[in-house]
């Protein structure tokens, strides 16, 4: 799953729509679009700002897992 599909479904499970999120983080709601359809993407103090505002792990948000050992 791509960045855009996570960061839209984190918002759909908020309960945001596009435009309050946008202003929940000082961006337009265009800028949230393009986030979501992945035709550009948000730099690290957005996502982080949006790991915090929708209260989501940030390797969860990224779509990133934690190695252990037993990966290794």
Excluded at 30 to 58: C, F, G, Y
Aim: no cysteine; charged share 20%.
């Amino acid at each position: 799953m791509l960045i855009g599909q996570r960061l839209k479904q984190f918002r759909l499970d908020a309960g945001y729509s596009q435009r309050t999120l946008a202003d929940q983080i000082n961006v337009s709601r265009q800028v949230i679009s393009k986030w979501e359809t992945d035709k550009s993407a948000p730099d690290l103090n957005m996502v982080v700002a949006l790991a915090k505002l929708d209260n989501v792990p940030l390797n969860t948000l990224l779509g990133v897992e934690t190695a252990t050992k037993a990966n290794f």
